[in-house]
């Protein structure tokens, strides 16, 4: 079941870029991984994985599933519903669901806007608002999140692991998930084939 998970936004640090995993990624489970960053302070960081769809699931499905609609409904479901992307955003809390969407829906308490074009909210309300055709015009949903502990985020940029970057609205909503790592790369000023050819040497 979702539930409802509140998450506060340091002052600095990255809220609101992208991580993209090094070659050298020693995790396999963010290997080649594009991350937004949604919250990040001196006590840790939160943020979601963007390019790993969630395999056997999709969006009319689970709201049948979390039992928000019935499923005699699926068919009325508005096209734009059934095309949501539901992402596997990190291992952690797998069983909770967190939608990224753009800035023109707002629930009080619930929604955190991490900056001028991208919020996150964390509970069922959203989904019900989608469901209905009143949600957000840009959303994607992400079950469960990747977390860092205090410190462990800078040591693994300090190793190496992670380049950042500034976000981008049009990367999260409207690219291709399978083509995200190369164009967060390429955000950054470094082609992929480039990065491929020097992974390895010293």
Request: hydrophobic fraction near 45%; glycine fraction near 8%.
């Amino acid at each position: 079941m979702i539930q409802t998970t509140t998450f506060t936004a340091g002052s600095t640090f990255l809220d609101g870029q992208f991580l993209v995993a090094m070659p050298g990624m020693t995790d396999e489970r963010f290997a080649r991984a594009v991350i937004y960053v949604c919250a990040h302070s001196s006590e840790g960081a939160m943020g979601i994985v963007l390019n790993r769809p969630a395999s056997n699931v999709n969006m009319p499905d689970l709201l049948v599933q979390l039992e928000i609609i019935p499923e005699l409904e699926r068919i009325s479901l508005p096209q734009k519903v059934g095309q949501m992307q539901v992402l596997m955003g990190g291992p952690v809390e797998t069983s909770r669901g967190f939608v990224l969407h753009s800035p023109d829906f707002h629930i009080a308490q619930s929604t955190l806007p991490i900056d001028d074009s991208v919020c996150l909210t964390a509970t069922v309300d959203i989904l019900r608002a989608i469901a209905r055709g009143n949600g957000p015009e840009n959303a994607v949903l992400a079950l469960g999140y990747a977390g860092w502990g205090a410190g462990q985020l800078e040591l693994e940029m300090q190793s190496n692991g992670w380049l950042n970057c500034p976000a981008d609205a049009e990367l999260i909503f409207k690219t291709s998930v399978d083509t995200r790592y190369e164009m967060a790369l390429r955000r950054i000023g470094i082609e992929p084939a480039m990065l491929s050819m020097q992974a390895g040497h010293a």
